[in-house]
């Protein structure tokens, strides 16, 4: 078992920055690949970034590129998420994920654990 735990999230207005956290505890936190995903109210869960095990490979929705930074430091075992020149849309609850063979590039957004979510609102 890996138990995921989001922070960082807050209100925050637009053009400004927020850094999500997630730590892991449990099994092997450096084997999974780690993702953000995001759920707007009345909307679906969306991918929103991805960074695989070793940390060399990042992959990110173009709603975020150039925005959005994901990163990760295994010996602490957690992954990060820089946000900044945030926007009202934005806003979402952001849930953190972790899965040993993730296929979110192409939309399957299923993974072997998640975090409970933190909440990001952004104010025009």
């Known amino acids: 078992q890996v138990q995921l735990v989001e922070s960082g999230g807050g209100l925050v207005q637009a053009g400004g920055s927020l850094r999500l956290s997630c730590t892991a505890s449990g099994r092997t936190f450096s084997s999974y690949d780690m993702g953000w995903f995001r759920q707007a109210p009345g909307k679906e869960r969306e991918f929103v970034a991805t960074i695989s095990w070793p940390g060399r490979g990042t992959y990110y929705a173009d709603s975020v590129k150039g925005r959005f930074t994901i990163s990760r430091d295994n010996a602490k075992n957690s992954a990060y998420q820089q946000m900044n020149s945030l926007k009202p849309e934005d806003t979402a609850v952001y849930y953190c994920?972790?899965?040993?063979?993730?296929?979110?590039?192409?939309?399957?957004?299923?993974?072997?654990?998640w975090g409970q979510g933190t909440q990001v609102t952004v104010s025009s």
């Open positions: 994920a972790a899965d040993k063979t993730p296929r979110w590039r192409i939309g399957v957004l299923r993974a072997d654990y």
